[in-house]
């Protein structure tokens, strides 16, 4: 009886660990083959078929014995068109300040920038104390503004600081994710993506003149832009199957193998020395 109580309890945790396997993992690998949805950008002064409703973000910061806390303030988009990061202690705050107000906002766009359009909004971002005193950041605290491209698929552009009356570029890199750029800051003002060829509206008309055989139709160039329910292809799904989908059948025959050695070794242990009279018996 102690046998085969023992093969019961082995074959039972067996069947106990393939039940929880099939519970927690995936009956088949997940397939990531298709496309993503990517928010359509949305546009202060939207041009014709695009969204407007452009949004911006404000935050009222606590200045902790005059040193900055950390700064992470966002647009409100689903996938954020302006942003700004400063690590703690990453603003110049001035003596006595106590609280530090963020703001972002979409505001109309001034000037033509020498190389290239502005792509989308233009983005006044306002750094101050509560005196209305405007805040400063060395280099090395590498204080970010990020921008979003309207083109998800842009992989060139420049963000841009609006000064003295002209677009001025700042040094610029891909953020990682789709059309958003990144660059240090040591002021603020208003900022934009400026990326390369004619604006929207200079490459429609290029455009028109092209289908009319007008002049300049060999010098037709679309600018960049994006409409609603735009979308980034992802990479087709792998035929090899994943180790989630291994996993159960690995655990199934485990759990069985397991139950025939316990077996054998209860067979094996009644034909041993104390099979028959109890031990306590023998002479």
């Known amino acids: 009886?102690?046998?085969?109580?023992?093969?019961?309890?082995?074959?039972?945790?067996?069947?106990?660990?393939?039940?929880?396997?099939?519970?927690?993992?995936?009956?088949?690998?997940?397939?990531?083959?298709g496309i993503v949805p990517i928010e359509p950008y949305l546009w202060l002064d939207p041009p014709a078929g695009d969204a407007g409703g452009a949004k911006g973000a404000t935050a009222q910061l606590a200045d902790r014995s005059g040193k900055s806390?950390?700064?992470?303030?966002?647009?409100?988009?689903?996938?954020?068109?302006a942003q700004i990061f400063a690590p703690p202690e990453g603003l110049t705050v001035p003596p006595g300040g106590r609280t530090i107000k963020v703001s972002i906002e979409p505001v109309p766009s001034e000037g033509t920038p020498a190389d290239g359009h502005i792509d989308g909004n233009v983005y006044r971002i306002s750094v101050v104390d509560e005196n209305g005193t405007a805040l400063t950041a060395p280099a090395s605290a590498r204080v970010s503004v990020v921008l979003r491209a309207t083109d998800p698929a842009q992989a060139e552009a420049a963000i841009a600081r609006f000064s003295a009356g002209t677009w001025q570029p700042l040094k610029t890199s891909p953020s990682g994710f789709g059309g958003t750029f990144v660059s240090v800051v040591t002021g603020f003002g208003d900022f934009a993506v400026i990326?390369?060829?004619?604006?929207?509206?200079?490459?429609?008309?290029?455009?028109?003149?092209?289908?009319?055989?007008?002049?300049?139709?060999?010098a037709a160039s679309p600018g960049p832009n994006v409409s609603a329910g735009s979308t980034v292809p992802q990479s087709p799904a792998s035929d090899s199957p994943a180790l989630p989908g291994l996993l159960p059948p690995a655990i199934v025959a485990g759990a069985l193998l397991l139950g025939v050695v316990a077996y054998r070794m209860v067979?094996?242990?009644?034909?041993?020395?104390?099979?028959?009279?109890h031990p306590s018996r023998r002479r």
């Open 195 to 218: 990326t390369p060829g004619p604006g929207p509206s200079l490459a429609a008309s290029a455009a028109g003149a092209a289908s009319s055989g007008g002049p300049g139709a060999a």
């Open 1 to 33: 009886m102690a046998g085969r109580g023992a093969v019961a309890g082995v074959l039972g945790a067996g069947l106990l660990v393939v039940v929880v396997a099939r519970l927690l993992l995936p009956a088949a690998p997940p397939l990531y083959d």
């Open 267 to 277: 067979r094996r242990g009644r034909r041993g020395p104390y099979r028959g009279a």
């Open 69 to 81: 806390p950390l700064v992470a303030v966002a647009t409100l988009e689903l996938e954020p068109q």
